[in-house]
Structures are given as structure tokens and as C-alpha cells.
């Protein structure tokens, strides 16, 4: 599950990141000083799950969720055990108290795997989507997909049959591919590891298509290939 913390307390979001580094499943996208940051977040990333405070500044946690139209898993942080009750109304995955244990960590990230995938989340893999090109829907395979880029209110994606306008964000587009075949690799960009030919100087080499690296996506880029 990709995965952000949202926390304003710095001790609290190092021990957070410390454990979900932990656990090989957890991809983490970010990390979260407010609510009002990670709003922005989830408009750009595809997140699973949220690791959350509740009593924030400006927004607490629980505003950030009521302004959720699509909730992600939410796993609440409390440091006072009277928010269950919270945990419970508003259907969270769970909650954790300060000062955070592993073994109750670990339980409570079991919990919001498996709503996870009971809703649907690990989708059966795809290898084709379909897009409408002048008024005639047409069927793309993945395979012949080589990036996707953002072009001002839509994407625009490249195949070796030509490109394709959609309107879309690439937040939505993103959701929809394999994650084992395409990654970020940029805000405006998505590649397919497929076509990827090497990585030089900070930047993806396509055949002939060089897309920059965003150094917020070059950790994940690199994990996903397996460099070594």
C-alpha cells in the first residue's frame, strides 16, 4: 500500500517513518507536518493509506477526513485513548496510541491491509485501458504505452501508435495502471518500466525520449527497479 503520515509533532513522524520502513508492503510517499500539506499530497498521489494525528493546528484530522470524498485506509494517532470512539464513527481501519509499540503498529497496518483488499484495492492486472480519440473509443494496450504526460487539464499519453489526449489528472490515471509496470517518475510524468532504457544523469532514456527525474520520485523509481 502506498502510504503517507500526516503529523505535526516531529517525534512522532520520525518513529512513524522508522516503522513503516519497517514493513515491506508500505510504500511511503510522504511525510506530513499538517493536514492542510496533506491535502495537496492526496490530490497528486495515489495513496492507500493515511497514518494520522488527530489534534493538528489549523486542521485536525479528523476535518482532513470529512473532506475526503474518497477515503483511503486511515490508521487515527492519538495520544489519548478517548478518540476510539472516533476510530469507530468515522470506520477507520484503527487507531494507535502514543507512545507508539511495533507489535500494536504492525496490528493495526494487518487491519488496514485487509479492508484494504477486501475493498478491492489489489486489483486483478490490466493490460489494456481504452481512450476516445476523435469520437471513436479506442483500445490501448499497456505494453504499447511508453510514458504519460501532464499537459495543463489533461494528460496526454505516448505509444508507439501516436498519442492520445484524455482528460484526466494524473493522480487518476495513475490508479488505474500496473504499479509494477509504471512509475512517477516526475509531477508531470509517468513512464513504463518497460520501455525504459537507462537512467542518465537524472533523467529516464525512452528510446528517444529523455524524461526528467523529480528528486521527489527518484528514491521510488529506484526501489521499484531493484537497483543495486
Do not use: W
Amino acid at each position: 500500500m502506498n502510504c503517507i503520515i500526516v503529523d505535526d509533532d516531529l517525534a512522532s513522524r520520525n518513529i512513524l517513518k522508522e516503522l513503516v520502513q519497517f514493513v515491506p508492503s508500505l510504500e511511503l510517499l510522504a511525510v506530513c507536518e499538517s493536514a492542510i500539506e496533506a491535502v495537496q499530497v492526496l490530490k497528486d498521489e495515489p495513496v492507500d493509506l493515511i497514518f494520522l494525528d488527530i489534534n493538528m493546528p489549523e486542521m485536525s484530522g479528523l476535518e482532513l477526513i470529512e473532506s475526503l470524498r474518497e477515503k483511503p485506509q486511515i490508521i487515527l494517532i492519538t495520544g489519548n485513548e478517548k478518540h476510539a470512539a472516533d476510530a469507530f464513527e468515522l470506520d477507520v481501519a484503527d487507531y494507535i496510541l502514543k507512545p507508539f509499540e511495533k507489535s500494536r503498529f504492525l496490528q493495526a497496518v494487518n487491519k488496514a491491509q485487509s479492508r484494504f483488499e477486501q475493498s478491492g484495492g489489489m486489483k486483478e492486472a490490466i493490460d489494456y485501458i481504452f481512450v476516445k480519440k476523435e469520437g471513436v473509443i479506442k483500445k490501448v494496450m499497456l505494453d504499447s504505452v511508453i510514458n504519460i504526460e501532464a499537459m495543463a487539464d489533461y494528460i496526454t499519453i505516448h505509444t508507439d501508435q501516436g498519442k492520445f489526449h484524455a482528460l484526466s489528472t494524473m493522480h487518476g490515471i495513475e490508479a488505474r495502471l500496473p504499479k509494477s509496470s509504471f512509475v512517477r517518475v516526475h509531477r508531470s510524468h509517468i513512464i513504463n518500466l518497460h520501455q525504459l532504457d537507462s537512467i542518465e544523469e537524472g533523467t529516464a532514456v525512452l528510446g528517444d525520449k529523455m524524461i526528467p527525474i523529480g528528486n521527489t520520485y527518484r528514491q521510488r523509481l529506484y526501489r521499484t527497479i531493484n537497483l543495486i
